[in-house]
């Protein structure tokens, strides 16, 4: 069973920049979209930002601070994240879906932006 294996997460300070990284431990075919979720304690799951082979998408509370991009030759999807706040505090997961409607999820990251 194919699993994504996240890494980056730590503690930060506010204002500072952390960088996440999601890889499969094998191969995936068909991919559709890979997505940063995020869930802090007490609350939901959220979307944070989304790639396809074409586009990138963000929710708002995260647009024009963190960057969602794709290495292809490393087989990796990161996400760079700059000025960071404490609401930016959760776990971060790393999600797959392909075109054959399958979907993969990570263990999870833990980020926390603390002074």
């Known amino acids: 069973q194919v699993q994504l294996v996240e890494s980056g997460g730590g503690l930060v300070q506010p204002g500072g920049s952390l960088r996440l990284s999601c890889a499969p431990s094998?191969?995936?075919?068909?991919?559709?979209?890979v997505g940063w979720y995020r869930q802090a304690a007490g609350k939901q799951r959220e979307l944070v930002a989304t790639?396809?082979?074409?586009?990138?998408n963000y929710a708002d509370s995260v647009k024009g601070r963190f960057t969602i991009s794709r290495d292809n030759a490393k087989n990796t999807v990161y996400l760079q994240m700059n000025s960071l706040k404490s609401e930016d505090t959760a776990v971060y997961y790393c999600?797959?879906?392909?075109?054959?409607?399958?979907?993969?999820w990570g263990q999870g990251t833990q980020v926390t932006v603390s002074s």
């Open positions: 094998g191969s995936i075919s068909s991919v559709f979209v």
């Open positions: 999600n797959v879906k392909t075109t054959l409607l399958r979907e993969y």
């Open positions: 790639i396809t082979s074409g586009n990138t």
